[in-house]
């Protein structure tokens, strides 16, 4: 008996200590190192001024036609970035198809696409996050009429900043080619 | 399946083979009391003032009764510790956005379910855990269920090595140096390397920002210590993410460097275990013959997910969505459509469950494959130490059959393999197929089971059969969908995950004391080879015999059917 119960002595005093070293003193050895990128860990945020308008890793709604726009979000009501969510439908699921189809009809009408033009993936699906910083640059490039038009540019100027806003893979190899929304409405407002 | 995602690949499992002889060397240091490492000088008084504090002598071994009675002691514990801790958080400290007390039965769900290195979660973190929570009641599991694991795992392969021994060793000298040299020097320089990706590191509340396009419109935007947790969730194939969306917040998992470093992570440690069980059983060949086997099942998931991610949605396409480059449902830019099938393949071939894409959203064979991954027993390289025993137990029946078939006593490594060691290997095999098909099919047949669906038809009912899959298999991620926050789910789910993990643990250590009581004898010429292509072909047959044949029927209602129904049909549910 005397020997189960040395069993929990030491169950309870390791969890003690497990929990003084894993979760005390090495969280805050990765906060101190980490005041090495203070941006970084504080959330890469974008401040203008006295303002914090948003993270430059988590998506946000544009909705003027002046500006790029995300992907769809089903993280709260839209890109709510303390509830992140995917929309979870599966493939055949008919609210899935049935969001898919309007939201092709919208991109179309307010990009002035023809009914035939197939609509670039991720501008009509909700990403896995809800909050995904990016489009994918033939989405960025399908809108660039539509916000030159609305900002009075020529559309080669405003191709001019998807481009120098565009991520190529990193490394030449990891991901995928994408456009920051946030940074890149920055820069078209003169911004960034 | 364009060549920078067959590029991708081939480096990964070229990194993995890498470092699997440096990770095995590593822990067959750890694992040897005695063995000697550059930390000794830093860790050895830690250890030494661990013991000393906790009444435990290192030099002593146990039996496996009294190995697995520490193991359910100090698991017991934790779970207490969690438990209570999340029920009180809203009196403690460390609480900026001032999150109320976690429910009884999620409270109860989330304690097991971060016990038992499963981090299945019916709640998001971001709007339910406090800090406190995150760091201490659920991060610690991370390191404590990582290493317990890795500990039977050590158990077992000591009870193969050995002769005529009563010990497997001590479960406090393993979990104590497990922590030490292995979980806190990998989990630190990789915090360090995912906060300079991008990952949050702080205790700052909530950031209000005002949004752009309308300064009217406030986004509330995620703050913590999340670094130092998503390394070691990552590290010990745990998978509980910081956040709901887990390995797809971008706080979490910023960039395409961090996520292909975190998919190595996941695996590392399980590598290093082929190859510390070769050095343990002095037969290096054998680890690698498990590695190859598990490199095979590995790379026919990750063809199969990509493939079907890449060919898509036909009823999108149809819609008017271009068909390049593929599902984008559920996925996130960064990452595209190669990185999240193979994340998905990889997080389910461990018992991970950390997810950079939601498999609820997958075409019907793409979600197929991390749900059978699952089912198999997730023994391709498998969670930290689970998927070596696991694997083990695989071995032991795939000599068993090669026994059967030449009618010659089975023999594994110079040990006879007897009644009481196949009947304890089937136990452990049939307990988890027996609970996830018996819970599914409760719960498709209950209101409380059918409560909870976000989708209709067959893809409803995988995610019942994939909840049930994850919990048992301690894996933890989800066809999200499924509302599992009922006090039914929470039970249920709780229950399989408890099965998932002790009812293996407890005869995978009667085995390793069996063994170990046995005597060695020399290889002969009959003896059977166990690293050879041959034996490679006969372990994964016996694999993919034990998973399909439990499994083919109730994945035919579901993904199969799916796949069939969006092909040539219609209809929509």
Avoid at chain 2, 89 to 115: E, Y
Wanted: hydrophobic fraction near 45%.
């Amino acid at each position: 008996m005397n020997e189960l119960l040395s069993e929990f002595r030491a169950s309870i005093v390791s969890t003690v200590l497990i929990a003084i070293v894993f979760c005390g003193a090495y969280p805050l050895a990765v906060y101190g190192i980490g005041r090495a990128f203070p941006a970084k860990a504080d959330g890469s945020l974008v401040i203008l001024g006295d303002n914090v308008v948003g993270s430059a890793l988590i998506g946000q709604p544009f909705s003027g036609a002046g500006y790029f726009h995300p992907r769809p979000s089903a993280a709260g009501r839209g890109y709510d970035a303390a509830n992140s969510s995917g929309s979870y439908y599966g493939p055949l699921s008919k609210k899935l198809i049935d969001d898919v189809t309007a939201r092709v009809a919208d991109y179309r009408r307010e990009n002035g696409l023809d009914d035939g033009t197939p609509v670039p993936a991720d501008a009509v699906t909700s990403s896995a996050s809800g909050l995904d910083p990016h489009i994918s640059p033939e989405n960025a490039h399908r809108q660039a009429m539509r916000v030159a038009t609305a900002r009075g540019l020529t559309p080669e100027a405003v191709q001019a900043k998807i481009d120098t806003n565009t991520e190529g893979r990193q490394l030449g190899l990891f991901g995928q080619p994408r456009v920051n929304v946030l940074l890149l409405n920055l820069a078209l407002d003169g911004k960034r | 399946m364009d060549i920078y995602g067959w590029i991708e690949l081939v480096l990964y499992v070229a990194l993995l083979l890498a470092l699997t002889k440096p990770m095995g060397l590593w822990l067959f240091k750890v694992l040897d009391p005695q063995g000697k490492t550059f930390l000794d000088p830093v860790f050895r008084p830690v250890e030494k003032g661990f013991y000393r504090l906790m009444g435990v002598d290192p030099q002593s071994e146990q039996d496996w009764k009294r190995y697995a009675f520490s193991l359910l002691a100090f698991s017991l514990v934790g779970g207490l510790l969690t438990y209570a801790l999340l029920r009180l958080q809203h009196r403690l400290p460390l609480n900026p956005q001032a999150m109320g007390a976690v429910p009884d039965h999620l409270a109860f769900n989330t304690a097991i379910s971060f016990t038992t290195n499963t981090n299945w979660q019916s709640y998001g973190g971001e709007s339910t855990m406090s800090y406190l929570s995150q760091m201490l009641a659920l991060a610690i599991h991370n390191f404590t269920s990582a290493a317990a694991g890795i500990a039977v795992a050590a158990a077992l392969v000591r009870g193969i090595a050995r002769s005529c021994s009563k010990t497997v060793g001590n479960f406090w000298v393993d979990l104590v140096r497990l922590h030490l040299y292995l979980l806190l020097p990998l989990a630190l320089v990789f915090s360090i390397f995912l906060v300079s990706q991008g990952v949050i590191q702080n205790f700052k509340p909530y950031t209000s920002a005002r949004t752009l396009d309308n300064g009217a419109v406030i986004q509330s935007i995620v703050q913590g210590p999340m670094a130092s947790q998503v390394a070691i969730k990552m590290l010990g194939t745990n998978g509980g993410g910081y956040t709901n969306a887990n390995a797809a917040h971008p706080f979490e998992n910023p960039t395409p460097l961090s996520n292909f470093f975190q998919m190595l992570s996941i695996f590392l440690i399980p590598s290093g275990l082929t190859y510390y069980l070769g050095k343990a059983v002095k037969h290096q060949r054998h680890g690698w013959a498990v590695w190859g086997a598990m490199t095979v099942l590995f790379l026919g998931g990750v063809l199969v997910c990509w493939g079907a991610e890449v060919h898509g949605n036909p009823r999108l396409h149809a819609a008017g969505v271009a068909s390049v480059p593929g599902n984008m449902e559920g996925k996130e830019v960064r990452f595209g459509v190669f990185e999240s099938a193979l994340f998905a393949t990889i997080t389910t071939d461990a018992s991970c469950g950390a997810v950079n894409s939601m498999h609820d959203s997958f075409t019907p064979l793409g979600g197929l494959v991390p749900m059978l991954d699952i089912q198999l027993g997730e023994v391709v390289f498998g969670g930290v130490g689970a998927g070596l025993y696991g694997m083990l137990i695989f071995v032991i029946l795939t000599v068993f059959l090669a026994g059967l078939m030449v009618g010659r006593t089975p023999e594994y490594l110079g040990k006879k393999i007897e009644s009481y060691d196949i009947k304890v290997c089937v136990i452990a095999v049939m307990v988890l197929i027996f609970d996830i098909l018996c819970f599914t099919a409760w719960a498709v047949s209950s209101k409380w089971g059918l409560a909870g669906l976000n989708n209709a038809g067959p893809h409803g009912f995988s995610e019942i059969l994939y909840a049930f899959s994850s919990t048992t298999g301690n894996n933890g991620s989800a066809f999200a969908g499924l509302t599992a926050n009922t006090p039914w789910y929470n039970t249920t789910l709780a229950i399989s995950m408890i099965v998932g993990r002790f009812f293996f643990i407890v005869p995978v250590l009667a085995l390793a004391g069996s063994m170990a009581k046995k005597k060695l004898m020399p290889e002969s010429a009959g003896s059977f080879p166990v690293s050879d292509p041959m034996f490679v072909v006969l372990l994964v047959g016996t694999i993919l015999i034990v998973g399909a044949l439990s499994f083919f029927p109730a994945l035919s209602l579901g993904p199969i059917v799916e796949h069939f129904m969006m092909i040539k049909s219609k209809l929509l549910f």
